[in-house]
Every structure is written in structure tokens, then in C-alpha cells.
């Protein structure tokens, strides 16, 4: 409301924050030593310590500004005298849910006891995702971001390991392949953007750009989405550090519209200190949202408990 002399609107705006859901590859095949030489750790170590890492997890680091969620996801086998008789259930789910501000501890209690097993249902683990996020939606808001990490070429519950079928059949895992971008458009579709994070070395063609693409709406053949490779413990932790930081917002939500044609008549501080139109800061089209950017946004991630102001000429108001 503008004061009795009504020189001008003060806002306090809201910090947008984003909801990550981290879909972590537990297939066997993340027991490999990771980097070169092939060392230990293995790369689930390597993982585990990028993302929960009391000093310099991603996951302790941001938890105050991100609504974390995590899920490990694989297949298990059931077995009779021995021999394999069926994945049951699949996909193998373990979660560490509801998505929630200072999340870490269950993040961390998460990967307790738990060890690379069996198979890659890629494609039914980001379908299980979506169903979540649509029965546990986060705040008006919140952007909703998975980041999907594994170290190869996915399979299905229906087909288990067809690069390691005989005769090999490369048309089998082309379709799996299919599946696994459907199952990434499918989210995006439903609004949640899919980060694609390549753990290790192994050969998956054009796999991740495909679902880098699919993962931020674009064409999966034409797109040229960002997706990111880690061939070692510094590059992955590194990698974690980009996506995740890269999606904490320091986009700011207004409680009434203003006439964006306005914007540049603004003033915005943050800590008392004044960002400059333009290069600092600027209103969205939809009058609602403030985009804080370059070096402000920097300082703003970096700030505990940023104090955000907002003044807005009288008559900018949209009633």
C-alpha cells in the first residue's frame, strides 16, 4: 500500500525457490573405479561424496536455498535356488522424500547401507518422478527440476541389459533409448526441467545430448542443451556445483502486477544497496517477477538473509 503522500509502492519481493528432485543412478555398474588411472573411489563413492559431503556436498551447501528431494533408483532381482526369476520390484525406488528445505540429513541417511545393484530402468524411474511431483506438488512457484545422474546406457524393466544381449542387437537399445527421451520430454512437458549429468567414461553416443535436449524442451536431434560429463571425482563434484547452483533462483515474485513499462522508474536493493536497471536487475513482462542478474545475483546466492526492497513509482500499480 503507498503511504498518505503516496510517492511511492514498497515491496519486500519473495525469493523464488527452486525444487530439485536428484535421481541417482545405484546400478552395479557404479561400483567402476572412477578417473584415470582407474582408482578407487568407485564412482557411487564419488557421487555420494559430491552430493553429501558435510564440508563440500552440494547437497549441506545449498540446503537452505533448495527444496531438495533424492531418490536412488535401480532393479532388483528376485531370485529361486540361485537363479534370476524376475525383477521385482522395478523400478527400485529408495527415496529420501518430502522435498524439503534443509533436506541434507535425510539425503545423507539415504545412501547409509546402501550399495550399486543390478540394472538401469531409466525411463520408469523419471516416469515415477513425474507421477510424484504431480501427487506432491511443491510451492506456487517453485520451479521443479530433476538431475538425473548414470554412468550408461539405460535399459527397461521389460529388457534388462540389451547391450550385454547375444547376437547383439543394436536396435534394441535404440529403442530404449527412444523410451528413455520420451520419458524426459514427458516431464518437461509436465513442467519439470531434467539436467542430465553423465557419470564416467563409457561410449553412450549421442544419448546425452539427446536427453539434455528432450530434458529442456528442445528437439532431441536438432536441440544443443547443456548436459554435462564427469570423467573424474573433481569434474563431478564440479558438475553437481553448475546444475544445482546454476537453478537457484534470484528471480524475485512482487504481490500485485506493475505496468512493466515502468520498470526502469524502479529502485531495487537488496541490503540497502542500490542495483542498477538494466544490468542489475529488470521486470519481467508479466509485471510480477523481478530478474536479479550478473554479479547481483551472485551476491544475492551468496547472502544468508538477504533483505530485498522494491519501490515502484505511484500509479505503476496494476489494480
Known sequence: MPDSSCPALHFTPKKVTP?????????????????VPMAPPSRWDAMRSALID????VVPKLASQVVFGATLYTSTSEKVNGRDVG??????????HP?????????????????????????????AIR?????????????????????GLPDTCADADPQNAMPMDPTRQAAINDI???????????????????????????????????????DPITGRAQFFVATNPA???????????????????????LDPADGPN???????????????????KDGITIHIVGAACTMLKAATNPVVDAAFPCGTIIL
Open 54 to 57: 558435510p564440508t563440500n556436498g
Open 99 to 127: 522435498r524439503q528445505r534443509n533436506n541434507a540429513a535425510a539425503i545423507q541417511q539415504l545412501f547409509q547401507g546402501k550399495n550399486p545393484v543390478d540394472d538401469t530402468p531409466t525411463a520408469e524411474s523419471i516416469d
Open 266 to 284: 524502479g529502485v531495487v536493493t537488496i541490503d540497502n544497496r542500490p542495483l542498477m536497471y538494466g544490468t542489475e536487475w529488470n521486470l519481467d
Open 131 to 151: 507421477a510424484d511431483f504431480a501427487a506432491n506438488p511443491p510451492a506456487d512457484g517453485s520451479p521443479k527440476i530433476i538431475v538425473l545422474a548414470t554412468d
Open 19 to 35: 525444487t530439485v528432485e536428484l535421481l541417482l543412478d545405484q546400478s552395479g555398474s557404479m561400483n567402476a573405479a572412477y578417473g
Open 180 to 218: 528413455t527421451v520420451l520419458a524426459a520430454q514427458n516431464a518437461f512437458k509436465a513442467g519439470i526441467k531434467l539436467f542430465f549429468l553423465f557419470v564416467g567414461d563409457d561410449e553412450a553416443g549421442d544419448h546425452p545430448q539427446r536427453m539434455a535436449n528432450a530434458g529442456a524442451g528442445l
Open 235 to 257: 569434474d563431478l563434484t564440479q558438475a553437481f556445483n553448475t546444475i544445482i547452483g546454476g537453478v537457484v533462483s534470484c528471480d524475485l515474485r512482487l504481490d500485485s502486477a
Open 87 to 96: 525383477k521385482v520390484p522395478c523400478p527400485t525406488l529408495n527415496s529420501a
